[in-house]
């Protein structure tokens, strides 16, 4: 996930509060009541996110008012989550939704816009009132517009927490769709696009104890012209789940193309990765494999396995090609072999 929606993480009490706070904001600043300047607003008056709030506020030193356009820009970076912005078939229901909240929006900013005039013409008749009739008129008019101001806050409240409620559907099923677009459907592991995340998600947190093999089955083509490519993809099979048996709790597996797999080993030094790495291509030339539909006995199976360590404030793609490099050196001393840095 990823991101999540700020203004969709608070109980309907500091709902309240919070939008007790963005909506004379937005009427003092006359600024639309859209979905995007509702959230945008909601966010700034929460005050929990220091860029949004100069972002707003250079906006506008700028243009006085916050234009439809960065309204717009502002919402999709800082509180649409990725996965929403990915997700067209979800669109029509987000659509709905917003539909809905400019509605309420509209609805609220409406009942305060006419209590702020009712005060404001209240505010100028008390200077010259003195009949206690009027004066209990007036209280009643004010009275009766703080009801219904309230009145309509309460009932946005409430379609908020159905807005959390549908958003939390929406994620979920989103969750799984993002799930089942990095997973391999060949071995269910991981694919290239699982594998990029994973990375980039333990770089940050990473020293020098993040540990990448890049694992190839060596001459799969041949393989696969000499037995045919179901042979060769049973055989990705096989290799996939005896390296997941194999590995450490803690790894992640992903298969990037063909037969060539990634490892990820967080917090593990690099003499312990060559170990790893060592013990998997044993394990692998050990193998007697048949083919399950004819039992024939494949030939030898061997694998070549680069092996890098992250070096100090070294990036993913720096990363990924010293492990490819090691690889091919690996393959061009013979394969079979590991290789790293000495």
Do not use: C
Request: avoid cysteine.
């Amino acid at each position: 996930m990823a991101a999540e929606v700020p203004m969709f993480q608070h109980n309907i009490k500091q709902a309240n509060q919070l939008m007790r706070s963005a909506i004379p904001l937005m009427v003092k600043l006359d600024i639309p009541p859209t979905p995007y300047n509702y959230g945008i607003w909601y966010e700034y008056a929460s005050n929990r996110n220091p860029k949004l709030n100069q972002v707003v506020d250079r906006a506008l030193r700028r243009f006085g008012s916050l234009p439809a356009f960065v309204s717009r820009e502002l919402f999709h970076e800082f509180l649409l989550p990725e996965e929403f912005q990915q997700a067209d078939h979800q669109g029509a229901a987000l659509k709905n939704l917003t539909t809905n909240l400019e509605t309420y929006t509209t609805q609220v900013s409406s009942e305060l816009q006419k209590l702020s005039n009712t005060l404001k013409r209240s505010k100028e008749v008390l200077t010259n009132l003195d009949d206690p009739k009027q004066l209990e008129r007036l209280a009643l008019i004010l009275e009766q517009g703080a009801f219904k101001a309230n009145q309509a806050i309460e009932h946005f409240s409430q379609s908020l927490q159905a807005a959390q409620e549908e958003l939390a559907s929406l994620r979920s099923e989103l969750s799984n769709v993002k799930k089942n677009g990095e997973l391999d459907a060949m071995t269910l592991l991981a694919n290239e696009k699982g594998f990029e995340r994973a990375l980039f998600s333990l770089l940050p947190h990473a020293e020098d104890d993040l540990t990448l093999l890049l694992i190839d089955i060596d001459d799969l083509s041949g393989i696969n012209q000499e037995y045919g490519n179901k042979v060769g993809t049973s055989l990705i099979r096989y290799i996939a789940k005896l390296l997941l048996s194999h590995l450490p709790e803690q790894s992640f597996l992903a298969r990037l193309n063909g037969g060539r797999f990634a490892v990820l080993l967080d917090e593990t030094e690099l003499s312990i990765a060559a170990q790893l790495a060592e013990s998997l291509r044993q394990e692998v030339a050990a193998q007697k494999i048949r083919y399950k539909n004819t039992k024939m006995l494949l030939r030898p199976v061997t694998i070549s396995i680069g092996v890098a360590t992250l070096f100090g404030d070294e990036s993913p793609t720096e990363l990924v090609e010293r492990a490819q490099h090691y690889l091919l050196y690996a393959k061009h001393s013979g394969k079979n072999r590991i290789a790293h840095h000495e």
